[in-house]
């Protein structure tokens, strides 16, 4: 049994999209319940129309929800212990889900989330994994946006969780990693970068192929498993892709409604076009995985329909199922093992340490 | 009449490439003429199959040529006053030029144009400058590979060298221009960009029209005729466009090859494809231009064919004939008369300054 916390106030249409997404998933996957928080009035009418629903959920009542606009200095102010996406995440701590959903404003969810469930041991910074279609099928790429910048050590921590995703995701047992750079050129690129994969190649023996420095282009072509950057170059890099992918949509459909030839080749074509549809479906790759945390989060995108917030609720099942926090701590813990902790950043802590 | 000098020797494809696209411009614009670099055993034997090119073709014997993998030191200390890549540039600078075009390697060039032609005054860094098709049209987008990182000063420098790239290319008075960051909240985002779009916002009448942050989507949705980031996140998501329409098109061209129906549809359509095809041709948007030098240097793409290496010619056509570097000096001048110099970089040595 799967059991996952659902805020159900997060995102642009609350509720409204987010119960309807828990039936799609139930009906393929038998094995899943639901612990779903949120305000009585707006999420039991949105529950009582699906009465299938009643066997697997579980509903808590929270008074507050976090606002898609709020600060995640607010956010924690006015919503910790009480509002619908801490106590989600809160059930995740306390073990009564095995991972969280919510389509609610990122800032947030990753400031109670990190203040929730606190980082891991050894990791400094949490990340956020997207999955990323590529011409040889997906790949995930982080960190697209829990913060900006990141030393060397950081790259590899995210390496590390990345590797630990894509194993958990595609059942491989060493996926091939690159850090995202503008050049192949053991010469160009930035100092973090250059020191992470020197790092990264002196590690010895991992979970992870490094497979070098890879740039723009090589991540949809899916020229490695795993592309890691920092959270500013990996946040541009996301929305960049969506946004050329909308426009050429965009340049498709304008072509194909120009003329009277083009709209029969439309018709058809339109099992094709609608396969390339489904293809470029951003809803097919939704949620956003949070990395580096005692626990589970998966962010779905604020704008998605039930079937986005269904496919992010099965990111997260599927991440528990293959056991994603298993695999990174031992990733961890063989990374840790075999570099001197001296070389680390936590030095001057080491003779404390329950080594 | 405008002065073209060209580095016959760059590219993957060096002068069968760089030749037949001086016949192709010739043939557009009749008031060209071209001053061209490289080695006789392999430049002339080209130039002798386009007999039209005699009137308006100067030929200059080069004995080296930087290499596509010249590290930029090696190429300066080859190359230096004796390549056809470092004479093409230097021809700009001794007026025989109005502007460059090569398709030499970009370190190298960039290296050897700062090295020959210089940064202009107020200036620190040179950036490069792509032309972003979007869904309104074209906008310009800078630094997509100079150098990495930028502080705020640079970042407005950029500001001010797009506006007048974009006043040049597009013919508008007052590009709007926006500041790539990770949110359009002012509280995210690096500190940098915070304090450029301060810096952009406080600077009184100028010939942009600042827009505030942009986000990476923003960039296809022609949100701003501008987009300004540095040089590391402007590569990464310059080759994440470049590889999501790429990646898209094999999609397309699968899913339309796929089926007998989609094989008519395509039929029927064939000239709707065309037009996409066409729309999604990156050499019709080949082309870095170089800003911030006291010179007009255009980068071609390596590997690109006649057409492409043409459009980037033409690129640095229009730069000369709409006065690029005489708009940007203007902008400069007025962004700097109205900050004191005390608020610059230059603080140490105003007094000591030409003024």
């Known amino acids: 049994m ?47 129309k699906y009465p299938k629903l009643a066997d697997i959920v ?56 990190k203040f929730c469930l606190r980082t891991m041991a050894t990791i400094d910074r949490p990340a956020i994994a997207a999955i990323w279609p590529t011409m040889r099928g997906e790949s995930v790429v982080l960190d697209v946006g829990a913060t900006i910048g990141a030393d060397a050590h950081q790259l590899v921590d995210f390496a590390i969780l990345g590797t630990g995703m894509a194993r958990a995701l595609f059942g491989m047992e060493r996926p091939t990693v690159g850090l995202l750079n503008v050049g192949v050129e053991e010469v160009k690129g930035q100092e973090e970068v250059k020191d992470a994969g020197r790092l990264l190649r002196e590690a010895g023996k991992m979970a992870m192929d490094y497979r070098g420095f890879v740039e723009g282009d090589d991540i949809g072509r ?82 998605t329909d039930a079937e986005g917030f269904a496919a992010a609720i099965e990111l997260g099942y599927d991440m528990v199922r293959n056991r994603l926090l298993d695999r990174i701590e031992a990733d961890l813990d063989l990374f840790h093992a075999r570099r001197p902790l001296s070389s680390s950043r936590s030095t001057e802590f080491a003779d404390d340490s329950n080594e």
């Open 222 to 303: 899916g020229t490695v498993d795993v592309v890691v950057t920092e959270g500013f170059a990996g946040n541009i890099a996301l929305k960049t892709a969506e946004g050329t992918a909308r426009q050429i949509g965009e340049y498709l459909r304008a072509a194909m409604s120009r003329t009277l030839m083009a709209k029969i080749g439309y018709l058809f074509a339109k099992s094709a076009f609608t396969r390339l549809r489904e293809k470029m479906d951003v809803r097919r790759a939704n949620g956003g995985v949070f990395l580096g945390l005692n626990g589970i989060v998966v962010k779905s995108h604020g704008g």
């Open 58 to 113: 579980e509903f808590h009542h929270c008074d507050v929800a976090v606002r898609m606009d709020d600060k995640p200095s607010q956010a924690l102010r006015h919503g910790r212990r009480v509002s619908s996406m801490w106590r989600a995440i809160d059930a995740v701590k306390n073990g009564e889900a095995d991972a969280c959903i919510s389509a609610g404003n990122t800032g947030a969810l990753m400031a109670m989330s």
């Open 2 to 48: 799967i059991r996952i916390s659902i805020d159900a106030m997060g995102g642009d249409h609350g509720p409204a999209v987010v119960i309807p997404a828990l039936l799609a998933v139930a009906t393929r996957r038998s094995d899943v319940r639901f612990v779903v928080f949120g305000r009585e009035d707006v999420v039991r009418p949105e529950l009582n």
